[in-house]
Structures are given as structure tokens and as C-alpha cells.
């Protein structure tokens, strides 16, 4: 089956370490996308990459970081600059050039820092 | 900057009724998406409206798009406790790039 991973579903972590977040697609998906979904808000663009060894800021980068190596694979690292990184985050694909053009989502990410 | 509102934020309303949620986005752009997340779960695709007048049906639902206006709906008929969720639409910003940007969204609650 076609979709996208994300892994682990919950993840807790110590205030001050750096943590990273999986997403995986095997939709041959050129766009990926990390986005920020705190309790009762909508969603906020944190990176995005449309293509292998590229990517760009969303509106919320500050304090996270990404890696483009692979298509299939687009990780997000929380690092200890992120001052309140608890949320649910979600992972997307998406690939205009084929006719998807809608976002396709992962499960989700729920981080607790503590 | 790009800004996509939506209202209402909440919207109660009973089994049986009709009802429109309303998603107003402030930049040119002819494809709006219709999400769909239950509690604690991920987002769902409803609807993508990619030109002006552009209406889609899936059951109960029904969306529409008018660019001019900048404007989206998505109508509730004769709702049901099932349609319970959190409603959410997106603008991308064109120009070549796919950025997608979120309204605020509509939580939905259904009363039986």
C-alpha cells in the first residue's frame, strides 16, 4: 500500500536534547512538507522541499531542522533553540507534476517535551 | 501576507439542519483544498477546486470556489453526528510553488 509513515506516533523528551522525527513516502512524491499543529490551531508551515538536496523555510523554522538525501525521506530534528517544541507534528506529500496536487498526510508526530 | 480565515471557528449545530462554513483567502489563486481531521488523528482530503466556479459533492458536503471573491464554501446538508470533525481549507500560492497555506479551521460538532 501506497502512504506515508511518520514514526514514532508519540515521543517523549528531556527540555535541552535535540529529537528527530521520521516521515517516510512511497508515493514517488516529489514535495515534502513538515508542518506545527498546537491543540485547537490550525496548521504552520515549518520547512518544505520540492525536490532531492533542497528545501526552504516555512513561516516557523526557527529551532528545527531538515535533511533531503532521499525522496522518500524528509526528517525533522527538534533542536534545543525550539523554546516550546510540544505538538503534534504532521508530515505531507505531494506531487503537482503528476496530478497530485493535493496533500497527502502522514499520521503524525505527537512530541511532549518535559 | 497570506491570510485564509475561515469562519465560524466553532460551529454546533443539530442532526438534521444545513449549515455553510466560509474560507476567505487574501492572494490570488485558483486551487483551494478541503481537509477533514478528526480528534487527535491526521488530515483527511475532501475536495480540491482548481478554477473559478468549481463545485464538488461528496455526500452531505458540498464545496464551492469563487476566485473573484476569494472565496470558499462548504455546505452542510441535513448533517449528521458523523460529520463531527474539525474542517479545514488550504490555498496554495502559486507561481509555480507548491506552498500551501491553512485557514484556522471550523470544529464541527454535531448534535444528535
Known amino acids: 500500500d501506497g502512504g506515508i509513515t511518520q514514526s514514532p506516533k508519540y515521543l517523549f523528551r528531556k527540555e535541552g536534547q535535540n529529537v528527530t522525527l521520521s516521515c517516510e513516502q512511497n508515493?514517488?512524491?516529489?514535495?515534502m512538507y513538515w508542518y506545527r499543529q498546537d491543540p485547537g490551531q490550525g496548521l504552520r508551515l515549518i520547512y518544505y522541499s520540492q525536490i532531492v538536496n533542497d528545501f526552504q523555510k516555512g513561516d516557523i523554522a526557527e529551532g528545527y531542522s531538515v535533511s533531503r538525501e532521499k525522496k522518500e525521506s524528509f526528517p525533522l530534528t527538534v533542536t534545543s533553540a525550539q523554546k516550546n517544541p510540544t505538538a503534534f507534528y504532521l508530515c505531507a506529500s505531494t506531487s503537482p507534476g503528476r496530478g497530485a496536487i493535493e496533500q497527502y498526510f502522514g499520521p503524525g508526530t505527537r512530541l511532549t517535551v518535559t | 501576507e497570506l491570510k485564509v480565515e475561515q469562519n465560524p471557528l466553532f460551529l454546533s449545530m443539530q442532526e438534521g439542519k444545513n449549515y455553510t462554513i466560509y474560507c476567505n483567502y487574501s492572494?490570488?489563486?485558483?486551487?483551494l483544498y478541503w481537509y477533514r481531521q478528526d480528534p487527535g488523528k491526521s488530515l483527511e482530503s475532501l475536495f480540491v477546486l482548481l478554477s473559478n466556479g468549481a463545485v464538488k459533492q461528496e455526500g452531505r458536503l458540498m464545496a464551492s470556489l469563487d476566485t473573484k471573491a476569494r472565496l470558499s464554501t462548504l455546505h452542510i446538508t441535513a448533517a449528521v453526528h458523523d460529520l463531527s470533525a474539525t474542517y479545514f481549507c488550504?490555498?496554495?500560492?502559486?507561481?509555480?510553488?507548491?506552498?500551501?497555506?491553512f485557514g484556522t479551521g471550523t470544529r464541527l460538532k454535531v448534535l444528535a
Open positions: 508515493l514517488n512524491h516529489d514535495a
Open positions: 488550504a490555498v496554495d500560492i502559486g507561481s509555480g510553488t507548491y506552498k500551501y497555506i
Open positions: 492572494t490570488t489563486s485558483d486551487r
